[in-house]
């Protein structure tokens, strides 16, 4: 193992190394996870930019990326009610030493909520080297750069703080290597000593600067920006911006007046123009959303975690039919672990592994070398605090059957942290309601104040078992104290252990854990002890044993007008019949007339049926089967002679053709045939869509 990646020298140090194991999941319109082509313009070499016709010029062109800090989302083409990418460091080619950091002011004014980008905020890490990198290449296109303009807002907070942003135009003959590209320095013109609604500046830039003649007649550029000097980690700023000023009127209601941290407008031409090489084919290729959203090379989904992330589902190494997932969060290194793997990070960053959360922080405590999850400690007293997580198994149709958590959690005695787990809705229960989850409490007195938590994990499976998944929601409510936020407190560690990450209970203060099981489960064919040296052949005269016959009048006239000679015989094996069947079981156990006669008439079942049902006895495998309607008969016919395997096979089928319109029919069918994972599966099966989410 790598020692060094695991020191912790000083909490955290975020950078574009530090990379996650999670695959996203949730299709953002654009992302790089649904369509790639050749000739697609890419964003840091990895997300396909949509150049769009200029609406009065022909032979122009133009493309718009936009971040907004407060939602922390980047928009491309001025379309705000799209998300183009999620989160701040995944519209990045390469950062060091930068977080995203949510305030607010010290008079708790809701309306002074800010966010922005600067230097980590521990210890002295705001010391060390600091930058970002976008790239935007255009060159796949056959596109050149005709004008350009960018808002590139930064603010400081005194003279010896410094934030220097440098560009370099990109051309086909470029190096690959970014250290030997010619970088040239953007200049603004700052407002100095600036004071606004949000705090004292010292230089602030606000106004829109244009590049083009550092960019022109390029392919692409490269942007960076370096934060340098200053006393503290806030005296450098990217991106300030007021967290409700772009939704005055909604979640998408977006003004000009409050314009984007980050704008970059460009607008280009092609180098030669073709036939083949039209402005059509410009525009298809880069923005058809029919190829984005149907790439035949999505991942396979077992699991989702919050609706974005793919979860990784481990099977059981000693029982069958049983599967395994764990996730961890550890706050040290503010990041997410899945089943145990210490070496690689899930998830970077406590909010990006959050369903929802409100007026939650990530602080530290240097006098008690502490670090945890709060209450913003900036919030107003009377104000939620809540934190979600969301698990959902039914992409992998799995059930949960045991589940177990570890949730350190820390509280003064006039605090209260709850938690509570629900169930995800299903067609039995579509409106499911918060279940408490207790702990055993445990109470220490320090300064004449009693403070209560808990570390141990405990069993809580009765509260989900046999779901499809669940949420687990976290909330901190406080009494009328103003300024202890510190005394309660969610997965609370100390800050500075210069020690390897162990995979033990004092290293992750979350840890989920759940063994699930399929929805249907299909038993392995049991074993054939043959007779002698041959394996039994249906339907041989010289070898069988048993003989069945079907009744004349029961067989269909298609049947017999094209087999005129038909007579409804099967030669059969007794020693297949009963490893298979519990009804030829029950028969040949017995006293039965049919038994010492070795044969045995049947009506009430069709031949292609009865065919169906043995040859699956005899060679483990259905005959191709035509739609629903003969899923449903050779469900009845394998009931009624009580083929266990070839009911759960039938009832994994059936459940494929599940829909809101014929739950109930399948569900009646389950019933009479007292199918249970068929009748389990339509009481589970969920009719409607995630809206539930916004009413909890």
């Known amino acids: 193992m790598n020692m060094e990646g695991q020191q912790y020298c000083k909490v955290r140090y975020p950078s574009s190394v530090d990379e996650e194991t999670a695959v996203l999941m949730k299709k953002e319109i654009f992302s790089s996870n649904y369509f790639c082509s050749s000739k697609t313009p890419l964003f840091n070499d990895k997300y396909p930019m949509h150049v769009l016709p200029h609406p009065e010029n022909p032979i122009v062109f133009t493309h718009r990326i936009s971040y907004d800090t407060g939602k922390d989302i980047y928009y491309e083409n001025g379309i705000t009610n799209k998300v183009y990418l999620e989160f701040w460091d995944r519209g990045i080619l390469e950062f060091n030493n930068i977080v995203y950091y949510p305030s607010y002011d010290h008079t708790r004014n809701q309306s002074c909520r800010i966010a922005y980008l600067t230097r980590d905020n521990f210890g002295e890490n705001f010391r060390k080297s600091s930058y970002i990198v976008w790239k935007f290449d255009y060159s796949p296109t056959n596109l050149q750069i005709l004008e350009g303009t960018v808002r590139l807002q930064h603010s400081t907070l005194n003279p010896d703080t410094q934030i220097v942003w440098y560009i370099c135009k990109l051309t086909d003959n470029d190096p690959t290597d970014h250290k030997n590209l010619n970088w040239k320095i953007i200049w603004f013109n700052p407002i100095i000593n600036q004071r606004n609604q949000h705090n004292h500046l010292y230089i602030n830039v606000l106004d829109d600067v244009s590049i083009t003649y550092l960019i022109k007649g390029g392919t692409g550029f490269m942007l960076r920006v370096e934060l340098r000097g200053g006393h503290t980690w806030e005296d450098a700023q990217l991106f300030r911006q007021n967290m409700d000023e772009r939704d005055p009127q909604g979640l998408y209601a977006q003004s000009e007046t409050s314009p984007f941290g980050m704008d970059i407008r460009i607008k280009l031409k092609q180098k030669k123009i073709d036939e083949h090489n039209s402005k059509r084919s410009i525009v298809y290729h880069a923005s058809t959303k029919e190829e984005i959203t149907n790439n035949p090379s999505d991942p396979f989904v077992t699991g989702l975690f919050n609706n974005t992330y793919r979860l990784n589902i481990l099977p059981h190494q000693e029982k069958?039919?049983?599967?395994?997932?764990?996730?961890?969060?550890?706050?040290?290194?503010?990041?997410?672990?899945?089943?145990?793997?210490?070496?690689?990070?899930?998830?970077?960053?406590?909010?990006?592994?959050?369903?929802?959360?409100?007026?939650?922080?990530?602080?530290?405590?240097?006098?008690?070398?502490?670090?945890?999850?709060?209450?913003?400690?900036?919030?107003?007293?009377?104000?939620?605090?809540?934190?979600?997580?969301?698990?959902?198994?039914?992409?992998?149709?799995?059930?949960?059957?045991?589940?177990?958590?570890?949730?350190?959690?820390?509280?003064?005695?006039?605090?209260?942290?709850?938690?509570?787990?629900?169930?995800?809705?299903?067609?039995?229960?579509?409106?499911?309601?918060?279940?408490?989850?207790?702990?055993?409490?445990?109470?220490?007195?320090?300064?004449?104040?009693?403070?209560?938590?808990?570390?141990?994990?405990?069993?809580?499976?009765?509260?989900?078992?046999?779901?499809?998944?669940?949420?687990?929601?976290?909330?901190?409510?406080?009494?009328?104290?103003?300024?202890?936020?510190?005394?309660?407190?969610?997965?609370?560690?100390?800050?500075?252990?210069?020690?390897?990450?162990?995979?033990?209970?004092?290293?992750?203060?979350?840890?989920?854990?759940?063994?699930?099981?399929?929805?249907?489960?299909?038993?392995?064919?049991?074993?054939?002890?043959?007779?002698?040296?041959?394996?039994?052949?249906?339907?041989?005269?010289?070898?069988?044993?048993?003989?069945?016959?079907?009744?004349?009048?029961?067989?269909?006239?298609?049947?017999?007008?094209?087999?005129?000679?038909?007579?409804?015989?099967?030669?059969?094996?007794?020693?297949?019949?009963?490893?298979?069947?519990?009804?030829?079981?029950?028969?040949?156990?017995?006293?039965?007339?049919?038994?010492?006669?070795?044969?045995?008439e049947l009506c009430g079942v069709s031949y292609l049926m009865m065919d169906k049902i043995l040859y699956f006895m005899y060679y483990g495998e259905i005959l191709p089967v035509n739609g629903l309607s003969q899923w449903y008969e050779l469900l009845y016919g394998a009931t009624r002679f009580f083929v266990q395997t070839l009911i759960q096979r039938c009832e994994k089928e059936i459940s494929k053709y599940v829909t809101k319109s014929n739950i109930n029919e399948i569900h009646g069918l389950a019933m009479d045939c007292g199918a249970q994972q068929l009748v389990r599966y339509c009481d589970m099966f969920y009719i409607g869509d995630e809206s539930y989410e916004n009413r909890i």
């Open 320 to 600: 069958s039919n049983t599967f395994l997932h764990r996730m961890s969060y550890n706050a040290r290194t503010d990041a997410y672990y899945e089943n145990g793997i210490i070496e690689k990070k899930y998830l970077r960053i406590w909010r990006r592994g959050t369903l929802k959360c409100k007026n939650i922080a990530y602080d530290a405590d240097d006098r008690s070398n502490t670090i945890y999850l709060c209450k913003n400690p900036f919030s107003t007293v009377c104000s939620p605090s809540l934190i979600m997580w969301k698990f959902d198994y039914r992409p992998g149709n799995l059930l949960i059957s045991s589940l177990s958590v570890k949730l350190d959690t820390a509280m003064e005695r006039n605090y209260y942290i709850s938690w509570s787990i629900l169930a995800l809705p299903s067609n039995k229960n579509q409106n499911p309601e918060w279940k408490s989850i207790k702990f055993e409490t445990e109470m220490v007195s320090h300064d004449v104040v009693n403070y209560f938590s808990w570390n141990g994990r405990i069993d809580i499976s009765d509260l989900v078992k046999y779901e499809y998944g669940f949420i687990l929601k976290g909330e901190i409510v406080y009494c009328s104290r103003e300024l202890s936020w510190i005394e309660a407190v969610l997965f609370k560690q100390r800050m500075n252990k210069p020690m390897p990450l162990m995979d033990d209970d004092e290293n992750f203060g979350m840890d989920i854990r759940v063994e699930l099981v399929p929805d249907i489960t299909c038993d392995p064919l049991p074993l054939i002890q043959w007779k002698g040296n041959f394996s039994a052949i249906l339907n041989d005269k010289s070898t069988c044993d048993f003989i069945i016959i079907l009744k004349q009048n029961e067989c269909t006239g298609e049947l017999q007008d094209c087999f005129p000679d038909f007579k409804g015989y099967f030669y059969v094996h007794s020693h297949i019949l009963l490893a298979y069947s519990d009804y030829f079981r029950a028969m040949f156990n017995s006293n039965m007339l049919e038994v010492n006669e070795r044969r045995l």
